[in-house]
């Protein structure tokens, strides 16, 4: 059996006139995360961990900002495209752990849907996902609520263990 590990950081500025998404949920709040994409901080994270596990780049590479295709487009499509290239390389997903950091809004309310999206998404139980989230107390960017920010920790086993 063949097990690596990926890990995973993004961080996006808050600013009017965008809507906030984090993990595949839209979220009530006065900003949202300034990207090119739909700039969701938690599935951005997520998609360089997995990359990074199955040694295939980073979303960057996968996703460039200066392309016009992914002007605005779901984060989520990132997901799925990046679990059908772990599985083209010939790795699935076992578990993931997420950590979102913002001093608000307080994202517990919406922690139980992320999980189930990213276990959709990842076509794993949602035993095998756990997000949390946590604030800076005040420090840095997003303690003064600048922006928000997520880490990804993820395992991968090749896809021929049963």
């Known amino acids: 059996m063949i097990i690596r590990v990926g890990h995973g950081f993004d961080a996006h500025r808050l600013e009017s006139d965008r809507t906030l998404v984090i993990g595949g949920?839209?979220?009530?709040?006065?900003?949202?995360?300034?990207?090119?994409?739909?700039a969701d901080v938690l599935i951005h994270a997520l998609c360089d961990a997995l990359l990074g596990a199955a040694g295939l780049g980073d979303i960057g590479q996968h996703f460039?900002?200066?392309?016009?295709?992914?002007?605005?487009?779901?984060?989520?499509?990132?997901?799925?495209?990046?679990?059908?290239?772990?599985?083209?390389?010939?790795?699935r997903p076992v578990n993931v752990d997420c950590t979102?950091?913002?001093?608000?809004?307080?994202?517990?309310?919406?922690?139980?849907?992320?999980?189930?999206?990213?276990?959709?998404?990842?076509?794993?139980?949602?035993?095998?996902?756990?997000?949390?989230?946590?604030?800076t107390d005040g420090m840095g960017y997003a303690g003064r609520g600048e922006g928000i920010a997520a880490h990804a920790v993820v395992l991968i086993s090749d896809t021929q263990v049963e």
């Open 100 to 135: 979102i950091i913002a001093e608000a809004p307080r994202m517990t309310p919406f922690l139980p849907e992320i999980r189930l999206i990213l276990a959709s998404l990842l076509l794993i139980p949602p035993g095998g996902i756990n997000v949390k989230a946590t604030t």
């Open 25 to 38: 949920v839209s979220i009530p709040y006065e900003r949202g995360l300034a990207g090119h994409s739909d």
């Open 64 to 91: 460039p900002d200066h392309d016009q295709a992914n002007a605005g487009r779901d984060s989520r499509e990132f997901l799925r495209v990046v679990v059908e290239l772990l599985d083209k390389a010939g790795y």
